[in-house]
Nanobody
Framework: VQLQASGGGLVQAGDSLRLTCAAS????????MGWFRQAPGKEREFVSRISRSGGTTYYADSVKGRFTISRDNAKNTVLLQMNSLKPEDTAVYYC??????????????????WGQGTLVTVSS
């Protein structure tokens, strides 16, 4: 599966953004999907994961209650709604696909395909 992330931009603290990951291929519903982010000088970190059906989601503690992941298998898209953004959310955000349906996989190494990333900058 090929992935294309979009929706990043420059916002102020407290604002919202919605990231979109568009996937190509007819097997999109066969992948669990995730979002990761990488801030300058830091390692890539897990943000959120959604199961193949969309029925199960996982969030990093740092975004829980502020970010919401969802998917539309008919449109081959995964969304990340980000509310109450903070300067520490500034990073390049990547969407990723995992062929495994095993629950709770949140390591970057678990994901097989990656999009190119979209930059989110939150000013204070």
């Amino acid at each position: 599966v090929q992935l294309q992330a979009s929706g990043g931009g420059l916002v102020q603290a407290g604002d919202s953004l919605r990231l979109t990951c568009a996937a190509s291929g007819r097997t999109f519903s066969g992948y669990a999907m995730g979002w990761f982010r990488q801030a300058p000088g830091k390692e890539r970190e897990f943000v959120s994961r959604i199961s193949r059906s969309g029925g199960t989601t996982y969030y990093a503690d740092s975004v829980k209650g502020r970010f919401t992941i969802s998917r539309d298998n008919a449109k081959n898209t995964v969304l990340l709604q980000m509310n109450s953004l903070k300067p520490e959310d500034t990073a390049v955000y990547y969407c990723a696909a995992d062929r495994s349906a095993a629950p709770g996989r949140t390591s970057a190494a678990d994901f097989n395909s990656w999009g190119q990333g979209t930059l989110v900058t939150v000013s204070s």
